[in-house]
């Protein structure tokens, strides 16, 4: 068990696993929305304190014995004593809105002042900061309750090659709720793996370039990749200030439209939300239409396609339903260029060394470490640093200079042109389209320390290094391992993603509840 233990941490899970309850007690929060969640609470049948404690137990029976997901890596140990203070708001005739009491758990790169924020690494074990991120105190003000803190791949998945997704040094490996052999995917694993297994209402991830796409298409879930700028990214340890953003994943796509209301806004200390002025919306539930499909005409994304027979099967039957929803398809041999691959890869390893420097410094006096060269020393003497995996991402990122140098902006502007004004922006305006199609990814690979991931396919690149939005939605199964089919359009249109990602989620349902399969229990079903 990686699960950081304290004494509120011990006597939470121990009042949990004592109290005679067990998962089948808890059956009532299985695949439940925040709409019918809220009803429980409106009719007096659930209270904010049962239902956290509920999910607690969860947590103690599902992630960390019985089956061991490990999806969590921190509980939050103020968890019962907030949801009673949302009950004692609640009697008294004060609602924050749609999450208030609403159970949330949020990826470890999200600053929380009652809990470590380590992205995973040894060398920020102990790191508590000193305010929540923009993100959390966002929540916490809508009267979320952020009961646990999600595992994640050690520094957002930008340490090593190969490595394995769903791996820290201080959480271990995430397993996929499906069949527990298979990897959850994408530095988002823990978020996508619990709110796959409902072990909360929904997940916050983040994304540099498919870190929320994969995990939601390998759990099963609902997951937003927003524009760049819709919600703040400060206090969360950065990758990519051109790529990173936070968003939520959920098992529905009305989830994602409730939750992202209470997300968005304008934040001074993150410039690039000051461009999303006049552009979010502080409701997307009106765009939640089912006939969203209808007159839409769409980009089919053919070079997204090959990867893995069966996931191409289902594609073409999710194109056959969203013809049949009153859509237009329109095929598209396209594919960014060679080079922007490459080009992407250097503004990470620019962005990362003055990203993390920038955090490390922002935590004052309690950093445990001043700067990158430092953590590369810490991985260089700790018993586990490099066990496992190297840090050769770290390396590289240290050799690099600062951001004034011209092979960083030249490398941005060449990805930037290639997938905004000759990518995204110019499909949709030469060819009329409303979005573009694709499939986001093949079924989840082995876990496997030694090669690394296995993952196939993947389209996730040309809306992230654009920095636009993204929406994918499960279209189906391959044997026991779901995949989704993905809509992504130009800035700020989250609005007709999720128009059009509801009406195919309502015409198709294939959405389902993991059962936690070993691999033995998945080869005889």
């Known amino acids: 068990m990686h699960l950081r233990i304290t004494a509120g941490v011990i006597l939470i899970l121990s009042c949990c696993l004592s109290c005679g309850r067990t998962v089948d007690d808890t059956a009532y929060l299985e695949e439940i929305t925040i709409r019918q969640l809220q009803d429980l609470y409106v009719r007096g049948e659930r209270t904010a304190e049962q239902v956290t404690a509920d999910y607690l137990l969860r947590i103690a029976q599902l992630d960390k014995s019985g089956p061991t997901l490990n999806a969590i890596i921190y509980i939050n140990p103020n968890a019962?004593?907030?949801?009673?203070?949302?009950?004692?708001?609640?009697?008294?005739?004060?609602?924050?809105?749609?999450?208030?009491?609403?159970?949330?758990?949020?990826?470890?790169?999200?600053?929380?002042?009652?809990?470590?924020?380590?992205?995973?690494?040894?060398?920020?074990?102990?790191?508590?900061?000193?305010?929540?991120?923009?993100?959390?105190?966002?929540?916490?003000?809508?009267?979320?309750?952020?009961?646990?803190?999600?595992?994640?791949?050690?520094?957002?998945?930008?340490?090593s090659r190969p490595s394995s997704s769903g791996w820290s040094g201080i959480g271990g490996q995430t397993r996929n709720p499906y069949v527990l052999d298979r990897n959850p995917s994408g530095s988002s694993a823990g978020s996508g793996a619990a709110a796959s297994a409902n072990l909360c209402v929904f997940a916050i991830g983040t994304e540099t370039n498919g870190s929320i796409m994969s995990p939601s298409t390998r759990n099963g879930l609902v997951g937003l990749k927003p524009t760049v700028g819709l919600i703040s990214r400060s206090g969360i340890i950065p990758i990519s200030a051109t790529q990173d953003t936070p968003g939520p994943m959920a098992r529905s796509v009305e989830d994602i439209a409730v939750s992202l209301g209470q997300l968005v806004g304008s934040d001074a200390t993150d410039s690039v939300t000051l461009a999303g002025e006049g552009k979010r919306l502080n409701d997307y539930t009106p765009f939640l239409k089912l006939d969203g499909l209808r007159g839409k005409r769409l980009g089919v994304l053919k070079r997204s396609m090959g990867f893995h027979g069966k996931t191409d099967s289902l594609f073409r039957q999710a194109l056959r339903d969203i013809q049949a929803q009153g859509a237009e398809l329109v095929d598209l041999d396209f594919t960014i260029g060679n080079d922007v691959g490459p080009a992407s890869f250097q503004v990470l390893l620019y962005e990362f060394k003055a990203g993390v420097n920038g955090y490390l410094m922002s935590l004052g006096d309690k950093a445990p470490v001043k700067d990158l060269a430092a953590i590369i020393a810490f991985n260089k003497q700790d018993s586990l640093g490099l066990r496992y995996f190297n840090q050769a991402l770290l390396e590289q990122s240290q050799a690099k200079g600062d951001l004034s140098e011209k092979a960083y902006r030249d490398a941005r502007t060449l990805m930037l042109k290639a997938t905004r004004d000759e990518g995204i922006d110019k499909l949709l305006k030469d060819y009329k389209l409303d979005a573009l199609l694709s499939p986001t990814g093949a079924p989840a690979g082995f876990t496997d320390w030694i090669n690394g991931d296995h993952q196939v396919g993947g389209s996730s690149t040309l809306a992230a290094v654009a920095g636009y939005p993204s929406l994918t939605v499960p279209m189906g199964f391959v044997e026991t391992l779901p995949v989704g089919i993905s809509f992504s359009a130009s800035a700020w249109q989250e609005p007709v993603l999720l128009e059009m990602a509801y009406a195919y989620e309502q015409a198709t349902r294939h959405r389902r509840k993991p059962d936690l399969l070993t691999s033995r229990g998945w080869e005889a079903r």
């Open 80 to 159: 019962l004593a907030e949801a009673r203070a949302m009950d004692a708001e609640r009697k008294a005739g004060h609602i924050r809105g749609p999450l208030h009491g609403i159970p949330v758990v949020v990826k470890d790169n999200l600053n929380t002042r009652d809990m470590p924020t380590t992205a995973g690494a040894r060398a920020l074990q102990n790191s508590i900061p000193p305010t929540d991120s923009w993100l959390v105190q966002r929540l916490r003000d809508a009267g979320a309750i952020i009961i646990a803190k999600a595992n994640l791949s050690e520094w957002a998945n930008f340490r």
